[in-house]
């Protein structure tokens, strides 16, 4: 694999696998922005082959694999001869409707892949309010930098690095330089934080986590409530979570968040240890 140097190789690269392909598939869906951070940071490498190019990136000591193939047939044919499956420590993410995603999994697990997860997405209107508008006591604030570092170890104590696409330290900042971050303190440290997207009419959750000796005690509540009260444009909101967590799921429910079809089955090959 080669170290990926400019935007416009990953893009000239799909297109390039895509052109005249009719049965074209793909598990990368880049956006330019996030693109050219990997670049920056070093992150993204590829390896390009006749119908297909696989793209591999850099997440602590483990790597997340893209690939974009001209056919089902060509990514068949090109996974065995990857020798970086066999040698490096990889997980990659199958998403789509049910039945889509699952058939996909057939040809990683011969080469060595098992189910390591499974993330579904629930979405809920700005409609299907649960008293949205009852916004609690506790303070909720946006993060200011300085708390990056408190924030990047509640995340790695509460999520499995593997299966849940955490982020890293510079993501982390450029999120809370974009207020996307709220926090609940307690004594001056974290005691829960709720990390977000919003573009336009819709917001994404992409993590919602209280200190365990918080838990149970409405700081989650108040940082959903806050949430829900300030993101006054979003029509829709989605999240994706893991299935085995319960716990979570029936909090989401609660909020009126439901299952919307799509699923991610993360993969992992032997080297991913739990
Ligand atoms: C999920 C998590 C953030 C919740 O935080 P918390 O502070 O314990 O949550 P709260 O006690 O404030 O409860 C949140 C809401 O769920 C409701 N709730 C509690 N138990 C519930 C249950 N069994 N079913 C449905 N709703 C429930 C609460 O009443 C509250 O709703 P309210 O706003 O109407 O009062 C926390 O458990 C956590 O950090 N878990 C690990 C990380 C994680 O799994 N995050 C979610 C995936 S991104």
Redo the contacts with the bound molecule.
């Keep these: 694999m080669t170290p990926v140097q400019t935007v416009s190789q990953v893009f000239d690269a799909i297109q390039q696998a895509k052109a005249g392909a009719p049965d074209f598939c793909t598990n990368f869906f880049p956006v330019q922005r996030k693109v050219q951070d990997w670049i920056s940071h070093g992150e993204l490498f590829a390896e390009l082959r006749h119908d297909a190019i696989f793209f591999y990136r850099r997440d602590r000591d483990f790597w997340h694999l893209y690939y974009c193939a001209s056919s089902k047939t060509a990514l068949h044919r090109e996974i065995p001869t990857v020798a970086e499956l066999r040698t490096e420590p990889i997980v990659l993410d199958l998403v789509g409707k049910e039945g889509d995603a699952s058939a996909a999994i057939g040809d990683w697990e011969s080469a060595g892949f098992r189910r390591y997860s499974r993330l579904f997405r629930m979405s809920r209107t700005s409609t299907d309010a ?2 949205d508008k009852t916004e609690s006591t506790t303070k909720i604030e946006f993060a200011v930098v300085p708390d990056a570092k408190a924030v990047l170890e509640l995340l790695e104590r ?2 499995d690095r593997f299966g849940e696409q955490l982020p890293v330290r510079y993501e982390i900042e450029s999120a809370i330089q974009a207020q996307q971050v709220l926090v609940a303190r307690h004594q001056g440290d974290i005691a ?1 934080l709720l990390f977000f997207e919003t573009q336009g009419f819709s917001s994404t959750l992409r ?4 200190a365990t000796e ?9 940082l ?2 806050h949430y829900f009260a300030t993101q006054n444009a979003v029509k829709r909101f989605v ?1 994706w ?1 893991a299935a085995d ?1 319960v ?2 799921v ?2 989401y ?2 909020y009126g968040y439901k299952p919307d079809g799509l699923v991610d089955y993360v993969l992992a090959n032997q080297l991913v240890r739990s």
């Design positions: 649960n008293g509460a999520f829960g993590f919602w986590a209280v918080h838990r149970a005690l409405k700081v989650g509540s108040a959903m409530r999240l979570v967590n716990n979570a029936q909090k429910g609660h």
